[in-house]
């Protein structure tokens, strides 16, 4: 079955310097690769997505890479600040290219100032 | 415009009881999906409505999860009889259209059965 793996230990930034997250999968070849924002006691709130057609994608002082040979996923944010300390999920399609994501359990990112 | 609202935030049950989890998607979304995440394991989906229909139920766990979204609006889960290891957090979402990076989360009921 497909697995996704993410980096459970968090990863500890000073402000300004760029945080990268990875997100490495198996055992499939996703359609599309999503990235996630979880803060305490919040739901996911949806940051981008990539298809597998596509090398990289930005947003703001978010960008995303899509690696489907090394069948890996990189989230850097640019110029970090205090406020981007959260948990990041990258998410696959589910089996057959479906709208429903399968989560990876997330990074926790913490910026100190 | 109001998010996605789940109820209650959280909710304390002994095991053998019967909980009921509410959600109120975004107005006008005719998808609807439930997700839960237990503890250290990532977020699962476990069932999406199109209206008051169910479209896919293939991730709830069996058969003592019974969700309903009758009219089309609001859903329930409800979990009867609670075991120990349905604890976790509940997320509900909701979309307007069947788009992965359309779906907007609701908090979450955390779920404790003790």
């Known amino acids: 079955s497909q697995k996704i793996e993410q980096n459970s230990e968090a990863l500890n930034i000073q402000e300004g310097k760029t945080a990268t997250l990875t997100c490495n999968y198996t055992n499939y070849s996703p359609a599309y690769l999503q990235w996630y924002r979880q803060d305490p006691g919040r739901g996911p709130v949806f940051l981008l997505l990539?298809?597998?057609?596509?090398k990289e994608k930005r947003k703001e002082r978010l960008k995303v890479t899509f690696d489907t040979t090394l069948k890996q996923s990189l989230f850097h944010i640019t110029a970090s600040q205090p406020a981007d300390s959260a948990t990041y999920l990258c998410a696959l399609d589910s089996l057959g290219g479906s709208y429903i994501p399968t989560f990876g359990r997330g990074t926790s990112l913490i910026v100190h100032p | 415009e109001a998010g996605v609202t789940q109820f209650p935030s959280h909710s304390v049950i002994e095991k053998g009881q019967t909980v009921t989890l509410r959600c109120d998607p975004i107005?006008?979304?005719?998808?609807l999906y439930w997700y839960r995440r237990v503890m250290g394991k990532e977020i699962k989906f476990l069932l999406h409505?199109?209206?008051?229909?169910?479209?896919?139920e293939s991730g709830m766990p069996n058969n003592r999860f019974l969700a309903e979204r009758t009219g089309g609006t609001y859903s329930t889960l409800k979990v009867q009889p609670a075991e120990l290891e349905d604890s976790g957090v509940y997320f509900c979402a909701s979309s307007q259209d069947l788009r992965a990076d359309e779906q907007y989360f609701g908090p979450g009921t955390r779920l404790t059965v003790t």
């Open positions: 990539i298809r597998e057609n596509e």
């Open positions: 409505f199109v209206k008051e229909s169910k479209q896919d």
């Open positions: 107005s006008g979304h005719d998808n």
